[in-house]
């Protein structure tokens, strides 16, 4: 199976990640079979340390602006 992640949005509870929705496009069999879709997928805490990607997105965002 070939699959391309088109999109990943998180899903928020309380303003807390707790799962991210996945869009997705696949074909199977060789290209016989061509799917989409999404997934919802969620206990991430162990795989995905939001923390972290969110202090990288503040930095680079603040770096862009600065012109660093």
């Known amino acids: 199976m070939d699959a391309t992640i088109s999109n990943i949005s998180p899903i928020r509870e309380n303003g807390e990640v ?7 496009n696949a074909s199977l069999k060789g290209g016989e079979i ?12 162990s795989v995905i340390n939001f923390e ?3 202090q990288r997105i503040k930095q ?3 770096s862009e602006v600065i012109g660093e």
Not at 18 to 24: A, D, G, L, P
Not at 39 to 44: A, K, N, P, T, Y
């Open 34 to 45: 061509n799917i989409s879709g999404s997934l919802v997928i969620g206990d991430l805490d």
């Open 52 to 54: 972290e990607i969110h």
């Open 60 to 62: 680079k965002l603040a």
């Open 18 to 24: 707790t799962s991210i929705k996945v869009e997705f």
